[in-house]
């Protein structure tokens, strides 16, 4: 009987351990999977602007956690949710960012540079977006260079 304790004792230290570490896993998963769908969404942007040859606005409306990409008259193109009943599970705290509303012009040129930063727990990713529609992820957070 005390092998049998000993044994579940065991097994009940090493649970423990392991809950810890899958929990900062899937931390690390939501913020790296959530750069990438905003960085998706950026780059979708400009192939909007391309192909209907209008303006459109890249919103991040922190309220909703949601990123839509609206034209000037209104209509919708394109959301994504980022918030907690997404897949990402990202807080508005979580995020940081240089504007949150940007237009992309049809030659293909934003108004200006648009930068994200995605940090929860330790797991930093910044989504950098240029001018020109260069998009990238940055996985050191904000001191790296891309």
């Known amino acids: 009987m005390i092998e049998v304790i000993i ?8 649970a423990l351990v392991s809950v810890g570490k899958s929990s900062a896993i899937l931390t690390r998963w939501r913020v790296t ?4 769908a905003l960085s998706e969404e950026l780059q ?7 192909r209907n040859r209008k303006p459109i606005t890249i919103t991040l409306d922190t309220a909703k956690m949601e990123l839509r990409l609206t034209d000037r008259a209104g209509v919708v193109y394109r959301t994504r ?4 009943t997404s897949p990402y599970r990202i807080d508005a705290r979580d995020v940081t960012a240089s504007r949150l509303s940007v237009e992309v012009y049809p030659p293909g040129l934003a108004a200006d ?3 994200f930063m995605i940090s929860r727990l ?8 240029l001018r020109g529609g260069l998009v990238q992820i940055c996985s050191s957070g904000a001191t790296n260079k891309c």
């Open 81 to 84: 949710n980022f918030g907690p």
């Open 7 to 14: 044994v579940l004792a065991v097994v009940g230290i090493l």
């Open 44 to 50: 979708a942007g400009f192939a909007i602007v391309g």
């Open 113 to 115: 540079s648009l930068s």
């Open 122 to 129: 330790g797991t930093k990713r910044r989504v950098r977006m």
């Open 33 to 36: 999977r959530a750069a990438q």
